[in-house]
């Protein structure tokens, strides 16, 4: 396929025109002239179409071949770090190596940490006691009927919170759950509410409900929050069906019974099943495919630190794949 231009009429002439002239070799090799540019236009884009699907159905590509180079060797955190890249790989993805960034996380899903525990609560009504209990099950079977629940073993751990006395929303504090991990075995945590007959029962009030995995240098991967409402946390009657907990993607609600007629209530919320060693791999920004071309990089860091900037470049058909993983420090003072 050649572009030619050339000149229409005679040399030297006025107003003599230029056109451009596609030749297209075809499959059988003759070469046809085409003088109209939108037909021009589209063969092009039909050429391109079928260099990238031959690309795509080729039993092996080629390997990347890319490299990278910073512009210098220490950085301030108001400069900018300019990435210059040799090759042209089909797929670039890069890790700037700061918490969350980290190329060497990127395949990572479990990672010990302190399962944290955080929620918020509030009672009114009555003055029965210990009608809040805390438990977390390692055996539980995950049919949250009672019949399980019963069959289960709970270790109680309502000490580790504190629970609120009044109307004023009470936060629990840190509960670590760091004791319960068991390599990738799910625990289930629960609230308990036990409302006893005979006297007026008491109203609970459960508001941000959070745990997460917090690792050693900080960061911290959710394992369970209350909006994830139903999908998170489910409601199971024990005894008496008047007495229940109302669950929302926003607060978890329980009201007991209000005179001496009430029957004994006991109601379970339990959680969707925890690994409590889980975490989120490490996240890479995507930056070029094989529609475009991109010769070079800038990104800024806010912190201080020496990072493990990483380039992963990939040329990838149906077929086969090659990859170059290109590490490069970066020092920001």
Known sequence: MVIKRRKVGKTGSPGTLVENVLFFRLPDFQIVRLK??????????IAVALIVAVACNKKTVDNP???????KDTYKTTDTVFFSFGGNPWFLTFYSGEPYHKYEY???TTANGAPQLQFTSTVQTGSQANTLRLF???????TYDSASIYQATWTDITDKAKLATSTTSTASGIVDLTSFINNDHPVYFAFKYIGLAGSAQR??????????NVLPDNTSYALLNISESTSG??????KTTTVSWSVS???????GGTTTASQDAEDWLISKPLTLNRVTPDAGVPLKNMTTAFPSYTYMYATPGTYNATFVA???SRYDDKENVVQIPVTVQ
């Open 36 to 45: 109209n540019r939108n037909t021009m236009q589209k063969l092009l884009i």
């Open 65 to 71: 071949g890319f490299t990278v180079v910073t512009d």
């Open 106 to 108: 990127h395949d990572r």
């Open 136 to 142: 977390v099950s390692s055996d539980f079977s995950g």
């Open 203 to 212: 109203n609970w009030t459960i508001k941000s409900v959070a745990l997460n």
């Open 233 to 238: 946390f489910k409601a199971v009657q024990m």
């Open 249 to 255: 993607n926003s607060q978890f609600v329980i009201k």
């Open 314 to 316: 990939a040329n990838v």
